[in-house]
């Protein structure tokens, strides 16, 4: 009897634990079922944002469009573009109508506008040097003037837009250029009367210098006197011209 008992007492123990056993895993499948038929669907659903289309927005309106959709930003670079206008999104990354989660971070690529180059200095080059210049970076040449200056002929004097100012490229830049240092004048002395070598003097002290002579006889006149010049007496030259003279000679009759 106690043997029969004691068999009676195992098995009864036996059952209650594999009623908790059953229980437990019981208890896991339906937990399970639940975290992946409700709750996982609504976190989910309460975590994901979809990614708005930032292109062509400008930073502060695509900066504000995020942080009201809860998403997080930062500007990954900047790239030049003609098309998109300067300080406007040219490109985002996840892209537009992306499922992402609460809080991500979408990268920004601005655009900077049209490409910009630096001012090359061009003062001191020849015309022809200042044309290759400028066609190397990326610029125009535009109207080119002139101006007397001391320095030589051709040489670029002046540029409207100073060195190392940037520009965009494609720009048109005016400058100018020396037409060489301004001629200075002065006034034909008045040479009648005077003997060639005292013309040869005067024309010295006045920057000129002797040009062609030509003899003709006179009669009444000392060989070797001016009789004409040219230029006239206070006529405005340019230093340097030449005078041409006729100066008497002896007669032969």
Same mark, same amino acid.
Request: hydrophobic share 40%; charged share 25%; aromatic share 6%.
């Given at each position: 009897?106690?043997?029969?008992?004691?068999?009676?007492?195992r098995?009864?123990?036996?059952?209650?634990? *594999?009623?908790?056993?059953?229980?437990?895993?019981?208890?896991?499948?339906?937990?399970?079922f639940?975290?992946? @038929?409700i709750?996982?669907?609504?976190?989910?659903?309460? =975590?994901?944002v979809?990614?708005?289309?930032?292109i062509?927005?400008?930073?502060?309106?695509?900066?504000?469009?995020?942080?009201?959709?809860?998403?997080?930003?930062?500007?990954?670079? #900047?790239?030049?573009?003609?098309?998109?206008p300067?300080?406007?999104v040219?490109?985002?990354?996840? /892209?537009?109508?992306?499922?992402?989660k609460?809080?991500?971070?979408?990268? @920004?690529?601005?655009?900077g506008?049209?490409?910009m180059?630096?001012?090359?200095?061009?003062?001191?080059?020849?015309?022809?040097?200042?044309?290759?210049?400028?066609?190397?970076?990326?610029?125009?040449v535009?109207?080119?003037?002139?101006?007397e200056?001391?320095f030589?002929?051709?040489?670029?004097?002046?540029?409207?837009?100073?060195?190392?100012q940037?520009?965009?490229?494609?720009?048109?830049?005016?400058?100018t250029i020396? #037409?060489?240092?301004?001629?200075?004048?002065?006034s034909?002395?008045? @040479?009648?009367?005077?003997?060639l070598?005292?013309?040869?003097?005067l024309l010295?002290e006045?920057?000129?210098? *002797?040009?062609? #002579? !030509?003899?003709?006889?006179?009669?009444?006149?000392?060989?070797?006197?001016?009789?004409d010049q040219?230029? /006239?007496?206070?006529?405005?030259?340019?230093?340097?011209?030449?005078?041409?003279?006729?100066? =008497?000679?002896?007669? !032969?009759?």
């Amino acid at each position: 009897m106690p043997k029969d008992l004691n068999k009676i007492t195992r098995k009864l123990n036996e059952n209650k634990k *594999l009623k908790k056993t059953l229980i437990y895993f019981i208890s896991i499948i339906v937990f399970v079922f639940i975290f992946d @038929l409700i709750i996982m669907p609504w976190y989910v659903y309460e =975590s994901e944002v979809k990614v708005p289309n930032l292109i062509n927005k400008s930073r502060a309106e695509a900066e504000n469009i995020l942080s009201d959709k809860g998403l997080n930003f930062r500007i990954a670079g #900047t790239h030049y573009d003609e098309k998109v206008p300067r300080n406007c999104v040219i490109l985002q990354v996840p /892209a537009a109508n992306s499922i992402v989660k609460e809080g991500r971070q979408i990268a @920004l690529y601005i655009s900077g506008g049209e490409p910009m180059v630096k001012m090359p200095s061009l003062v001191g080059k020849s015309l022809r040097e200042a044309k290759l210049t400028i066609q190397r970076v990326g610029l125009k040449v535009g109207t080119i003037n002139e101006t007397e200056a001391e320095f030589e002929r051709e040489t670029v004097v002046n540029q409207k837009i100073s060195t190392g100012q940037e520009i965009a490229k494609g720009s048109v830049i005016d400058f100018t250029i020396s #037409t060489g240092p301004a001629e200075q004048k002065t006034s034909v002395p008045n @040479l009648f009367g005077k003997s060639l070598e005292e013309a040869k003097r005067l024309l010295i002290e006045n920057s000129l210098v *002797l040009g062609n #002579t !030509t003899t003709i006889p006179s009669p009444s006149l000392l060989p070797n006197t001016v009789m004409d010049q040219y230029p /006239a007496p206070d006529k405005e030259v340019v230093v340097g011209d030449a005078v041409d003279l006729v100066v =008497s000679k002896l007669s !032969t009759k």
